[in-house]
């Protein structure tokens, strides 16, 4: 079955970066959409980056130009590069997949998680001031 597992969580300073990842097992084919999602504290969980299956990249406004999300070679890896940190970036931070296939050349909204069917565990991100 499909298995989605993040890691690289941890603690940063303020304007520091970490880089989380995927490992997704459990199917060969490449051209699911796959994003990064995170839930603070007390808040709902919101979308953080999709790469669509064209290969399309789209960021929530809050991350744009910080972060990167990224297919590894053989396309069953996900990454998530996050630079300059803030403490509102702390969060669990999960990935997922969707069972669907979406282009998102043009768009510039994060896919909505009701399309994402398979869900990592998560992993916590906290960034101190």
């Known amino acids: 079955q499909v298995q989605l597992v993040e890691s690289g969580g941890g603690s940063a300073q303020a304007g520091g970066s970490l880089r989380l990842s995927c490992a997704a097992s459990?199917?060969?084919?490449?051209?699911?959409?796959m994003g990064w999602f995170r839930q603070a504290p007390g808040k709902n969980r919101e979308g953080v980056a999709t790469?669509?299956?064209?290969?399309?990249?789209v960021y929530a406004d809050s991350v744009k130009g910080r972060f990167t999300i990224s297919r590894g070679v053989g396309a069953n890896t996900l990454s998530l590069q996050m630079s300059s940190l803030k403490p509102e970036d702390t969060a669990i931070y999960f990935c997922?997949?969707?069972?669907?296939?979406?282009?998102?050349?043009?768009?510039?909204?994060?896919?909505?998680?009701?399309?994402?069917?398979?869900w990592g565990q998560g992993t916590q991100v906290t960034v101190s001031s």
């Open positions: 459990g199917y060969t084919y490449s051209y699911y959409c």
């Open positions: 790469i669509y299956s064209d290969g399309a990249r």
């Open positions: 997922a997949r969707t069972s669907g296939y979406y282009a998102g050349r043009g768009l510039s909204s994060v896919l909505s998680e009701d399309y994402f069917n398979y």
